[in-house]
């Protein structure tokens, strides 16, 4: 016998609904963000990869979300049946896992990241389909039961993922267009990276019950280099690199960037090994910066202010340590 999918998500901490929505409907949504985001890329005059190499979520309100609204209301009506409860939205975002930015994302509990404004479950609604190859949703199963642990900064350029070592029970979700997976917002969950030719998209919402009572969140505790901390290092590294190298005084965040990005085409720089790398870098924070605050698109696996700590960051704040500054 089947088991019904409150008790599931109840015990595993996930269920998955097969043929929550239309193939077609899904597919005629896809064309249209398809459309959007190479009008974003427009917007920031770089290609449709180069936008998809820095941007892989984009939260609601945004124009590349907007109108999936409309998707909601039978999620609401299934969600309220579910859980026999009022089910209330807390957030919406399209989520991108494709050829151009195709890595991992570490396991983590999603209410760990937001202890201001806990969600109880989040319904992972598949745009395409996402077979093994394209580092579909992975679970670890049950793991909701435990307690709730730090949330982990996956962005820090040192960080392993050692929780697939230490915790039993990984499930990979494999599913088809239209398919959806509910999981509760303590389970440990990641994906892997994207492996195929196709690109993968999921419409991922945010609900709590009228009833739900958060549990205690463990507050969170910033890396030196990291999720909360990265845009604020970076731009005080930048800045007194700017300083000390050129006697250049520091203007916006945003031209900072682009300054070390012309610096780095036209400059050699002893204490860098590959400058071609670091000035790559440099482009794509710049291009998620503006991505951020024309159309509120992030980047959902954190690996791009960990390149541009590799690739420059480190090497510079070494270097100008080294020579007192
Ligand atoms: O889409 C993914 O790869 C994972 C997304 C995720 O972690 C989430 O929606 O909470
Ligand atoms: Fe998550």
Redo the contacts with the bound molecule.
Sequence with gaps: MRECPASLLKEEGYVTIESFQDRHLMEDWVKTIRFRLYQCAQDLSCTYQDYLQVASRWVSPSPVTEGLEGLVDSLKTFLEELTEDVCGLIKLNV?S?TPFSPET?SF?Q?IAYSPESPYQF?A?LALTDAPLES?P?EVIVSSHKGSIEPAIDFWDPEFKDEIPLKKEGRRKLPVKTGDLILFDSCLW???GKNESCHERF?L?TRWKTKRYIPPLIPSIEPRPFGMWTCQKETEKILTNGLWALFQETPGAYRETLKKWETLLENTTFPFLEDSKKAKESVRRVFLLNEAHHAHNGGD?QGILYARLWKHLLEPLSLYLRQQGN
Excluded: E, Q, R, T
Aim: glycine share 14%; aromatic share 6%; proline share 0%.
């Design positions: 989520i896992k994302l983590h999603d989040s992972w580092g949703m969950h990641g994906s999921a991922v959902a």
